[in-house]
Every structure is written in C-alpha cells, then in structure tokens.
C-alpha cells in the first residue's frame, strides 16, 4: 500500500470514527440550554486551565426562572480569577461569570423561562 493510499484510508477511519462523539455533542443541547448533560466534560479557558465539570446543582426558583449552580473542578493549569471566562469544549462554548468555590470555581445561572 502506498503512503498516500494509507494516509487517506486513516484520515476517513478516523473521522468516521469521531462521528458519534459529534453527533452526541450536537444532541445535548448548549451548556446553559441542559447544564447536566455536560457533567463530565472538559472546558478549556483562554488562559490556559483546564476544568472539568462536576456537578450541577438546581437551585430553589419560581415560576418564571430557573437556577442552577455549577460545580468545576481544575484539571490543569491554575483554577481562574474571579470573572467572567470563556470556557471552549470541542464546537461549543459559553462565557461564564466564575467565582472561588470550597472545591474549584463555581458559576450562579439564573435563566428566565419563556412565557408561554
């Protein structure tokens, strides 16, 4: 088999192969839409930590609004300052208001439902 030829069959076999974890990335919604569909996933910031997220907690709301308080924990670099982060995980990202938590940052998200 030539170079190319393997070149080529290798580069299709594993961009098929990623089409699951694309296609499961594209089902779950953005972070804020479903924030416990994301637990698990690793985030990369602009300046350079990276956090995984660990745990979602629903907060008491109302009728009119949703909030939910997300638990991250530094898996690389230094945890980030307080302030608002972009946080990249594959083809999605989210800009973050992120504080000091007991654990590793914290993002307070308080989402107004849409009146029907």
């Not at 594209?26 to 416990?36: E, F, H, M, N, T």
């Amino acid at each position: 088999m030539k170079r190319r030829d393997f070149f080529l069959s290798s580069t299709g076999a594993a961009l098929l192969g990623s089409l699951p974890c694309v296609a499961s990335a594209a089902l779950r919604g953005s972070l804020l839409d479903d924030p416990q569909a994301w637990v698990g996933t690793a985030f990369h910031t602009t300046d350079g930590a990276m956090l995984e997220l660990a745990e979602v907690e629903k907060l008491a709301g109302d009728t009119y609004s949703d909030q939910v308080r997300l638990r991250f924990r530094t898996i690389a670099g230094s945890a980030p300052s307080e302030g608002t982060h972009l946080l990249a995980s594959g083809w999605s990202s989210e800009s973050l208001f992120l504080q000091s938590g007991r654990e590793g940052p914290v993002a307070c998200v308080n989402r107004l439902r849409a009146l029907a």
